[in-house]
């Protein structure tokens, strides 16, 4: 693993003398990009000034909408001219950049008439055009379903966009939303090896690393966004089951670079529900078959959190690394299993991301965590992964010394020390792994006495 220090955003040291404690500062986190989609449909019951913009580098504004004839129809998704300017006007005060995103979910149709030979140069004017005027920094492309087929166009919206946003003074932002893994029937390599192929012209890579499970012939019940497979295989085929890992170690095998990904945190979950014809007919549990299938029903973590949720029901899966709750009731049809992203799920992506070396996560969607006159609870807990970690004291304790930091779940942390600042030499004092939920962490340096003075950091990866 390498823990470069290079793209540290926050360096700080904290300097031991015998005898003297001196706190100065401590070497903190690896900078990630938190990007948190926006639909304009939420601004009435979520407006921008309700947005925590200290936790967030980017937001998405969702979404226009191809006309067949490359035009734009802004109106779908509730991109008003009054919406984008008090987000743009709000994110550019907080030093956030704002994206305009084009397309959503079933989007290919329109994508591949908007894209035609004849229709490309009108669709990519139009596209940079109303970028421009309503002051967004970029534009993010969400083409839906994306199959092999479609290669060809995307890729000329894709080098025909790059070209047209550097012809802009200031730096435009080219970004993507793309699938987790091929659509059905596609070869098992073919999106990813497009990508690669496109790398450099994008500066974000976002993968819709959630909606991972449904009620499909032969499959289980599972989560809808784990870290993780855990080792499980679907009892019909003898594949893994899907997973974040899984889908970033297909997108890195096949030539994406680490550093232009990033990983979804999903705002929502889902409840299953029903099913039939095996011993597993009441649904309450990952990894449960059927023969009759249940159904699933997305929804949102603030619905999840006042309706369902009670701490009794709550179960956290170490293998797959995703939280569920689990609800029996009299009667069993009524019985529910319940996968979501919560605030522990949060803070290990943004390790998983550090661990890896990726760009970044992404958020879909920022109101689905919010409640009125109340804080978003997701979004905090991102907040607190990205200040994580940072010193909480330094002290003598018998012959040792002992640090102390707050940890995140999946953190990896390496503590190291030098007697000589100067010479920029650092011995590792122990490099720890978090296995459970993360919390405070104490190290302990048993050899401080052999210099007359240490300075020691803290460092995660990269």
């Known amino acids: 693993m390498n823990f470069s220090s290079k793209h540290f955003n926050r360096k700080r040291q904290v300097a031991l003398s015998i005898g003297v404690l001196c706190l100065l500062s401590i070497i903190t986190h690896a900078e990630i990009w938190r990007t948190g989609y926006y639909p304009g449909w939420e601004q009435a019951s979520m407006p921008a000034s309700n947005i925590d913009f200290t936790a967030l580098t980017h937001i998405i504004h969702f979404s226009v909408v191809p006309n067949s004839n490359g035009s734009l129809n802004s109106n779908a998704n509730g991109v008003t001219t009054a919406n984008s300017a008090d987000v743009v006007s709000r994110a550019h005060t907080a030093g956030v950049k704002v994206i305009i995103c084009v397309g959503g979910a079933d989007s290919e149709s329109a994508f591949q008439a908007a894209t035609s030979i004849a229709n490309l140069p009108v669709f990519i004017n139009n596209l940079t055009n109303f970028m421009a005027t309503r002051d967004y920094d970029g534009v993010d492309i969400d083409w839906e379903p994306l199959p092999a087929a479609d290669a060809q166009q995307y890729t000329n919206l894709v080098t025909g966009l790059r070209s047209a946003l550097n012809g802009f003074p200031q730096h435009k932002l080219l970004t993507a939303a793309v699938g987790a893994y091929p659509p059905y029937g596609d070869s098992l390599t073919a999106e990813y090896v497009m990508f690669a192929a496109l790398q450099s012209q994008f500066d974000q890579i976002n993968i819709m690393t959630y909606d991972l499970s449904g009620p499909y012939d032969g499959w289980v019940t599972w989560f809808n966004s ?61 990894r449960q078959s059927w023969t009759n299938a249940p159904t699933t029903t997305a929804i949102r973590y603030s619905t999840i959190m006042t309706d369902y949720y009670q701490s009794n029901l709550y179960h956290w899966d170490t293998n797959a690394q995703s939280a569920y709750l ?16 919560d605030q522990r799920t949060c803070q290990a992506k943004v390790s998983y991301a ?74 590792t004092l122990v490099v720890t792994n978090i296995s459970g939920p993360g919390g405070i962490l104490q190290i302990a340096d048993p050899n401080f006495s052999s210099q007359s003075k240490r300075f020691y950091r803290v460092k995660t990866p990269p």
């Open 354 to 427: 550090r661990n890896h070396g990726l760009g970044g996560v992404m958020i879909w969607e920022l109101a689905q965590d919010h409640q009125s006159g109340q804080s978003s609870p997701l979004v905090q807990a991102l907040k607190q992964a990205l200040a994580t970690p940072g010193l909480t004291s330094i002290q003598f304790s018998n012959q040792n010394i002992n640090l102390s930091f707050p940890s995140l779940p999946l953190g990896s942390y390496r503590v190291q020390w030098t007697s000589d600042m100067t010479l920029n030499a650092w011995n």
């Open 226 to 286: 784990p870290i993780y497979d855990g080792g499980y295989r679907f009892p019909s085929n003898g594949n893994l089951l899907p997973s974040v890992d899984d889908a970033v170690k297909n997108f890195l095998t096949n030539g994406v670079a680490p550093a232009k990904l990033g990983i979804g945190i999903a705002f929502y979950g889902y409840l299953w529900t029903g099913g039939s014809g095996t011993s597993s007919v009441s649904i309450t549990q990952p």
């Open 326 to 341: 689990s609800i029996t009731n009299a009667n069993p049809t009524n019985n529910t299993f319940i996968s979501y992203d």
